[in-house]
């Protein structure tokens, strides 16, 4: 199978655990990288600062610096877990099959009764390859999932990547080393 000859199907039943991977993915990717990193910086130094002002006593400034790294290291993840999980049970797409094609034209994408919609491959900004799916992009926050498993098979999936690599004008393939900053 060449990617200029058949098209490539994948199908598969949205859930959370796609969603989350994606949305990771998506914040791991892009300028915020460094920032990310520089915001961790910050709060070590804060609770540097935060523990030191407790051992010397003074409290009351002490609050701040450990609230803000209590937040950035405790509470931050969850409460964007929740928020992602509060958003998905809303949209119409979440817990539905989703079918789609890539071939030389395009993607096609189609959710049965919902909705359904084919895209040229000019529409698509950015492709990102991550090490579970792939992420197409059609502004830099608007972006379509599509899993690993949603391929019959790797050699599937590889083909759908080599057509967007072929046809998206950025490429990327995203390092698991990020996750590190993540």
């Known amino acids: 199978m060449t990617p200029e000859t058949e098209p490539i199907r994948s199908s598969y039943t949205s859930a959370y655990s796609d969603y989350l991977a994606a949305w990771k993915y998506h914040?791991?990717?892009g300028g915020f990288l460094l920032f990310y990193a520089a915001l961790q910086l910050i709060a070590l130094y804060r609770l540097f600062i935060g523990g030191?002002?407790?051992f010397a006593g003074d409290s009351d400034s002490a609050t701040f610096p450990l609230f803000f790294a209590l937040y950035w290291f405790g509470i931050r993840k969850p409460i964007n877990r929740i928020n992602l999980r509060f958003?998905?049970?809303r949209s119409p797409f979440f817990n539905k099959r989703v079918d789609a094609t890539f071939d030389a034209e395009?993607?096609?994408e189609r959710s049965k009764?919902?909705?359904e919609g084919s895209y040229k491959w000019p529409v698509f900004i950015k492709c990102?390859?991550?090490p579970k799916g792939l992420l197409l992009y059609q502004t830099s926050w608007v972006y379509s999932w599509f899993p690993r498993h949603a391929f019959e098979s790797d050699?599937?999936?590889e083909a759908a990547v080599a057509f967007a690599r072929a046809k998206v004008g950025k490429f990327r393939n995203l390092s698991p080393w990020s996750a590190l900053i993540w």
Do not use: I
């Open 27 to 29: 914040q791991r990717q």
């Open 52 to 54: 030191k002002a407790v």
């Open 87 to 89: 958003r998905l049970r």
């Open 106 to 108: 395009g993607l096609s």
């Open 113 to 115: 009764d919902l909705a």
């Open 128 to 130: 990102v390859l991550t």
């Open 155 to 157: 050699q599937d999936f």
